[in-house]
Nanobody, 116 residues
Framework: QVQLVESGGGLVQAGGSLRLSCAASGSGFSINLMGWYRQAPGNRRELVASISRGGSTNYADSVKGRFAIARDNSKNTVYLQMNSLKPEDTDVYYC??????????WGKGTLVTVSS
């Protein structure tokens, strides 16, 4: 079983920055894909950014140029650096990992609130 622990959410003013972290723990697993999603109440969960084991990245158009995803394979950790935050970035952010057999695991979410 894999557990994900997210951290780094909070309240920030528009234009500010936050860094989210998500650490995976457990035994007997190898991580393929890591990513961050976000979801507002009543909305669908949407992809923010993802990164492959080899380092290839993918971003939602709304965050390109402002957010950066990175991973540390030695620590089974994925990061999301969020700069130039906007009020519309306010959401619960979820970490997701996909192991090499193709099993998905989700974190419990961390709230990011951007005030105007």
């Amino acid at each position: 079983q894999v557990q994900l622990v997210e951290s780094g959410g909070g309240l920030v003013q528009a234009g500010g920055s936050l860094r989210l972290s998500c650490a995976a723990s457990g035994s007997g697993f190898s991580i393929n894909l890591m990513g961050w999603y976000r979801q507002a109440p009543g909305n669908r969960r949407e992809l923010v950014a993802s990164i492959s084991r080899g380092g290839s990245t993918n971003y939602a158009d709304s965050v390109k140029g402002r957010f950066a995803i990175a991973r540390d394979n030695s620590k089974n950790t994925v990061y999301l650096q969020m700069n130039s935050l906007k009020p519309e970035d306010t959401d619960v952010y979820y970490c997701r990992i996909t192991t090499l057999p193709g099993i998905d695991y989700w974190g419990k979410g961390t709230l990011v609130t951007v005030s105007s």
